[in-house]
Structures are given as C-alpha cells and as structure tokens.
C-alpha cells in the first residue's frame, strides 16, 4: 500500500511541478518601474524589499521555506533513479511499482 501511496503522490507531483515551481518562486520575481520601486510581476500592488515587516518579507519567507518540496521531490526522484539499475538486477517489482512515475515512460 505504500508504494501504492508514494507511485499517486509522486504522479501528482509530476503533472503539477512546474505549477509548484511557479507559484513558490513568484515573490522573488519584482520588476522595477520608473519611479525606482520594485513590485512583484505577479501582484503589483506588492512593492518588494521594503523592509521588516512587510508583506512581501513574508512572501519571500514563505517562499523560501516551500523550496523545500521541489528540492525534496528531486532528491527523492534521484536517489530513486541512482538506485534503479540494481534493483533491476534483483527483480524489485516493488521498487518499480513505487517508482512507476519516473520509469513508465
């Protein structure tokens, strides 16, 4: 049941990365206008690096804790593929059933 879990989480995962990728680094994307302020290009009624306290220092703290998911899933997604090769070799079906989003293609 695991591999099951871990084979619908990681095809989740997959199909919406670079949806999660976008959304977590969009506070670190400002664009400067004539004035000299920076706001961000997704919300420009956020002005970016204003200080402590503001809501765009907790955009980016929030942003740069969620890092973490992305860089999880590719730790996770490289172990798996280093480890593939010998789990070939012995017959792991199980390993392949896991991992069956990285492999089925």
């Not at 591999?3 to 999660?20: E, N």
Request: with cysteine; glycine share 8%; aromatic share 8%.
């Amino acid at each position: 049941k695991h591999s099951t879990l871990v084979g619908c989480v990681g095809s989740v995962f997959v199909a919406l990365m670079l949806s999660i990728v976008t959304t977590i680094v969009a506070p670190l994307h400002c664009q400067e206008h004539p004035n000299g302020k920076y706001t961000m290009r997704s919300n420009d009624g956020v002005i970016c690096w204003l200080g402590s306290g503001s809501e765009h220092e907790a955009m980016v703290i929030i942003s740069i804790v969620t890092c973490i998911l992305p860089i999880t899933f590719l730790a996770v997604a490289t172990n798996a593929v280093a480890r593939l090769p010998g789990r070939l070799r012995a017959g792991d079906a199980q390993f392949l059933h896991r991992y069956f989003f990285l492999f089925s293609r």
